[in-house]
């Protein structure tokens, strides 16, 4: 059971080695700017090899799609990003328990969006756990869990991916140990859990009065979706890719489309300033973040020295 990219290294690892008389996913959405029905990864990499894929809008309302499950009789099911509720007549069908393939170390960051949270937190590891659901929300026993670095310019796409790669190789490597009974699930210490719940898009809007470093991390934790967005021009302009410039060196940087006596480390949060002939900042609530790539509403990602070329404006702006 899995939707996204993330959960097709699991699949393609486990067929190799496991008999998988059925994939279910998430029903095909619209996607794009032109609202096109696509099929999620999941089901494009179980269709061309053969799989048979249902893909039941809600197993808690889908009574036909639990008698099936059973009618399988599987002995685990493996749960990789999902995205639909398991309700306890699911739970209580593989001999071995449903396992979930989740993208952190718990008890840190369960719920549904573990990767930008262990960003968006300053975190420089994070990992992959496999573990036996409950009715919780990721709150089950664990079989074994794998660590990962994150690296300072990981973005959420770059670190889901070697994620999901990390889980692949854990889950076919715990999987039969669970099968032959040689694993005791370990509980974990509830005390020490923390939630990342669902993002929302307006989670990408940048407060300016924020350190660099925390509106850093939501330009990483945010790519690929929603984004880390501001409004110019009354427009939305994405900041794409940026980097942190620390307090001491903000005073040496001046607006050159506004002079002033003011120091710049007194200037408004939000305000662009050129930091270099072609180099860009926006002073925030401490440090600057210099911008490396933008993308203006309705146009493509482009680098802040050609955005600046055709918006010369743009720096001595105040972005909100």
Not at 208 to 237: C, E, H, Q
Not at 272 to 284: E, F, H, I, P, Q
Request: hydrophobic share 40%; net charge positive; proline share 9%.
């Amino acid at each position: 059971m899995g939707s996204p990219a993330f959960a097709v290294p699991a699949l393609e690892t486990l067929a190799r080695e496991h008999d998988i008389p059925a994939v279910f996913t998430q029903p095909d959405k619209p996607a794009g700017r032109g609202r096109q029905v696509v099929s999620v990864p999941v089901k494009t990499w179980a269709e061309a090899h053969g799989l048979p894929v249902y893909q039941p809008r809600s197993l808690r309302k889908d009574p036909a799609a639990i008698e099936m499950l059973r009618s399988l009789a599987p002995d685990a099911i493996v749960v990789a990003a999902y995205g639909l509720i398991l309700p306890q007549a699911v739970l209580d069908i593989p001999r071995h328990g449903c396992l979930n393939i989740h993208a952190s170390l718990l008890p840190k960051y369960r719920g549904a969006a573990p990767i930008p949270a262990a960003i968006l937190a300053g975190e420089t590891e994070t990992g992959v756990t496999i573990m036996r659901m409950d009715a919780g929300v990721d709150t089950g026993p664990m079989f074994a869990q794998a660590r990962e670095p994150i690296h300072p310019d990981d973005t959420t796409l770059s670190l889901s991916a070697r994620l999901a790669g990390l889980g692949a190789r854990l889950v076919v490597e715990t999987l039969p140990k669970i099968l032959r009974g040689e694993i005791t699930p370990i509980e974990q210490d509830h005390s020490q859990a923390s939630l990342s719940p669902k993002i929302e898009k307006d989670d990408g809007r940048i407060d300016w009065s924020k350190p660099a470093i925390v509106i850093d991390r939501m330009v990483r934790a945010y790519t690929p979706w929603p984004g880390a967005f501001t409004s110019w021009n009354d427009a939305m302009l994405k900041i794409v890719r940026a980097s942190v410039i620390q307090p001491t060196n903000q005073a040496t940087h001046e607006p050159t489309s506004q002079p002033t006596s003011e120091p710049a480390n007194q200037r408004i949060s939000g305000q662009v300033v050129r930091l270099g002939k072609n180099a860009v900042g926006v002073v925030t609530g401490q440090g600057i973040l210099e911008l490396r790539a933008v993308q203006p509403a309705g146009k493509r990602v482009m680098s802040i020295e050609e955005f600046v070329r055709g918006q010369p404006k743009f720096v001595g702006a105040i972005l909100k």
